[in-house]
């Protein structure tokens, strides 16, 4: 198993504290406006607004870290590419592996946009004329939502660009319509294979989390109807 190296340590612990912080403010605020008389339906109000003014600067810091994340690993591969002598296995192996993660991150992060984005915006209600707390997380949302494109499709672009000079015979362009299939094309057999795998436990995967999420929105709307 390869060692992990001091900026891979480093990321991970910067990653560490930032969601500790977060995870701490929002359970602070909430404990400190909770009082003996509070019922359900104001429990999840206060949950609500405390998630709403944090989930701006959670995003930020997040799409920081994973931005620095993706392209120091980008770096490393192509940095190991141009001295691979074409026949270290192992070497190839790394590559690889670091390459599949630095792809990962942007597919998983324009996820976690989309969620933050719409959470960003339930402060739409709570708008008032000035530089508030309210408008100025609401400009940070609008924002890295944006941003946070640039960096993912640069990042896919140049992991794709590389993947490609390591296999000449990989083929598309990722800002092409047609990407997915041509590369699927370009794949062989083994390739090819593994995608519908993959594609497999990807539907298996969110057809559970489909479910869990549903009874998780029926508990929370029959908690808040009876105590309304």
Known sequence: MPKKNNRTIAVIFILLIVVSLIIGYFIGGVTNKLSSSTTVVELFDIMKQNLIRLMPYAALSLNLIMCILGFCLYAKSKKMSETWDGEDEEVID??????????????????????????????DANLKNGLTPENIGLG?????????????IILQAQVIDLEKKLNPEKKGNILDMKFRSEWIESCDEAERMTIYRSAYDVYK????????????TFIVSAATSRNG
């Open 94 to 123: 790394r590559i690889e592996e670091r390459q599949s993660i630095a792809l990962i991150i942007p597919s998983v992060m324009m996820i976690f946009n989309f969620l933050f984005f719409g959470i960003g915006f339930a402060v």
């Open 140 to 152: 940070i949302s609008f924002l890295t939502f944006i941003l946070s494109y640039v960096w993912e």
């Open 205 to 216: 995967l969110m057809s559970n989390l489909f479910i869990y999420a549903w009874l998780l």
